[in-house]
């Protein structure tokens, strides 16, 4: 299986900050990798595909960039309702693996 | 609108069958694979398998394999999970999630459904 390594686990920031998470793979997945959020209590959905494309209505703040083994989410102003847990995805093999998350709270 | 609409909360004993649905409108239900994704207390997401809904063709992860079996009835736009024995190990939020088309390769889950919560317990 590939294994899916995010960091941090936990971040806290502030309203406007820009925050960034990583994702590292256990091999090559090229491109094969989407970013979700999962707010609480709810289920996750889908903001970043194919590493770098964002979702239609997914507002411009959030991003993501890398190939490879690397990979980065970023949002370039945190705002109230972003205060979720982010997870990373590949699909470049089966089984489909997710990382650990990143829990993300307002300071 | 594409959603997919999972069933309600199921408490069970272990040892006890159980089934949950996942019912999906708003697109052609043949067309699309559907997930199945397994959230236990406050822990992560893992992807258990999935489903090609035009011809019940099945892949699960190692993990599940032979613990849970994925289903679809295709005249009714529903797919399905289900266990044959559950343990309290089972005890979890389970959401379907739609992912890609027919042919294609594995890609991203979108929409996801409201998760189902399931409780194993004595």
């Known amino acids: 299986d590939i294994q899916m390594t995010q960091s941090p686990s936990s971040l806290s920031a502030s309203v406007g900050d820009r925050v960034s998470i990583t994702c590292q793979a256990s091999?090559?997945?090229?491109?094969?990798l989407n970013w979700y959020r999962q707010k609480p209590g709810k289920a996750p959905n889908l903001l970043i595909f194919d590493a770098s494309d964002l979702e239609t209505g997914v507002p411009s703040r959030f991003s993501g960039s890398g190939s490879g083994t690397d990979f980065t989410f970023t949002i370039s102003s945190l705002q109230p309702e972003d205060i979720a847990t982010y997870y990373c995805?590949?699909?470049?093999?089966?089984?489909?693996?997710f990382g650990q998350g990143t829990r993300l709270e307002i300071k | 609108e594409v959603q997919l609409v999972q069933s309600g909360a199921e408490v069970k004993k272990p040892g006890e069958s159980l089934r949950i649905s996942c019912k999906a409108s708003g697109y052609s239900f043949t067309r699309y694979w559907i997930s199945w994704v397994r959230q236990m207390p406050g822990k992560g997401l893992e992807w258990m398998g999935r489903i090609d809904p035009s011809d019940s063709y099945t892949n699960y992860s190692p993990s599940f394999q032979g613990h849970v079996t994925i289903s679809a009835d295709k005249s009714i736009s529903t797919a399905y999970l289900q266990w044959s024995s559950l343990k309290a190990s089972d005890t979890a939020i389970y959401y379907c999630?739609?992912?890609?088309?027919?042919?294609?390769?594995?890609?991203?889950?979108?929409?996801w459904g409201q998760g189902t919560l399931v409780t194993v317990s004595s």
């Open positions: 999630a739609r992912g890609e088309e027919g042919l294609s390769d594995p890609s991203w889950f979108d929409p």
């Open positions: 995805q590949q699909y470049d093999n089966f089984p489909i693996t």
């Open positions: 091999q090559d997945i090229k491109n094969s």
